[in-house]
């Protein structure tokens, strides 16, 4: 596609409640990331993955966040037994170098997670 | 860590007024330095970026120069518009290939 695509848009979900949250990045896109943005802060780093590899989950807050890229291409971050504190905006980001930080990367228009 | 600090805003300008946001950092090594943008609704956007010192990174009227020896690298235009409201971001490459980001700055501007 044109530019990096995330699904859904918005979602909220009952405390306790497992969520998954899609996205699609720019086709041959080597590079993808995750970021999570509380409510007036920057996006803080979450994960990396170069091709199907998860290079770097150091930024993942608990054992309950999990993401995987299995084929190279889309990929789902998962949330389970949602807690209030994981309401955020989860961005994604592709960029086609293997080592894209130092070319800024692409970003999808995130997922409005709110957790009640 | 590396680590950014960013001007609090909101900021709120009429258009055509001088726009800085400051943007100071700390780092091991030498990272590369960018501002992003995040307008109402939309994904954030890289607005410019420098690489090295005294570098300058320039996009749409937007200016930032690389300076290593003040730790900085704030956002400057010389007339604002209105549909430059948005969030600006200061980031810089951390550890790894990953992105650090500010807090973000609001820029309200009013015709």
């Known amino acids: 596609g044109a530019g990096v695509s995330q699904s859904p848009r918005y979602k909220v979900a009952k405390r306790g409640q497992d969520v998954a949250l899609r996205c699609d990045p720019i086709?041959?896109?080597?590079?993808l990331f995750w970021y999570q943005q509380a409510l007036g802060q920057g996006p803080e780093f979450l994960t990396y993955?170069?091709?199907?590899?998860?290079?770097?989950k150091s930024g993942l807050p608990s054992d309950r966040f999990f993401a995987e890229r299995p084929e190279g291409s889309v990929s789902t971050l998962k949330i389970q037994r949602t807690q209030q504190e994981d309401s955020a905006v989860y961005l994604c980001a592709s960029s086609f170098r293997r080592t894209g930080a130092d070319y800024g990367y692409t970003f999808g228009s995130g997922t409005r997670l709110t957790v009640v | 860590g590396n680590s950014v600090t960013q001007m609090e805003g909101p900021v709120t300008l009429s258009e055509e007024a001088f726009l800085t946001i400051n943007c100071t950092y700390t780092?091991?090594?030498?990272?590369?330095l960018f501002w992003y943008v995040q307008y109402p609704g939309e994904g954030l956007q890289l607005l410019l970026k420098?690489?090295?010192?005294?570098d300058k990174g320039s996009n749409k009227g937007f200016e930032a120069t690389y300076r290593k020896e003040t730790t900085s690298f704030h956002l400057e235009k010389g007339s604002v518009q209105v549909s430059d409201s948005a969030v600006y971001f200061c980031?810089?490459?951390?550890?790894?290939?990953?992105?650090?980001f500010g807090a973000g700055t609001i820029l309200r501007v009013k015709s």
């Open positions: 086709s041959g896109h080597v590079s």
């Open positions: 980031a810089l490459t951390g550890y790894g290939n990953k992105l650090v």
């Open positions: 420098a690489t090295k010192a005294d």
């Open positions: 780092a091991t090594g030498y990272p590369s």
């Open positions: 993955f170069q091709n199907e590899a998860q290079l770097d």
